[in-house]
């Protein structure tokens, strides 16, 4: 077992920009976390139009110490395109190896 590690899911709904997986995905590497699972659903029709950019939700599953993962959701919360985001943690304290 590995104490002090939950299972996180962080959601994001953003304006749908072409850059905005390499932003939402630099904080993990930056805090050496690797996403366990990504999900990213874009516009309906997969265009990406400058003046209406739309909405684009990422749900991001990941493994980390509840600090970490409070600082890690702060720091994407910021960012310009994010409209909203909320972080869902597990009760458990402790996850199998």
Excluded at 79 to 97: D, N
Aim: hydrophobic share 45%; aromatic share 4%.
């Amino acid at each position: 077992m590995t104490a002090g590690l939950c299972r996180h899911r962080l959601v994001v709904e953003a304006d749908a920009h072409p850059n905005l997986m390499l932003r939402l995905l630099e904080p993990f590497a930056i805090h050496d976390v690797q996403p366990t699972r990504i999900r990213l659903d874009g516009p309906a029709d997969g265009k990406i139009d400058p003046a209406h950019l739309g909405t684009l939700r990422a749900e991001i599953a990941f493994v980390a110490g509840p600090e970490l993962a409070e600082r890690l959701w702060a720091r994407i919360d910021v960012m310009v395109p994010v409209r909203t985001s909320h972080l869902v943690s597990s009760a458990s304290g402790e996850i199998a190896a």
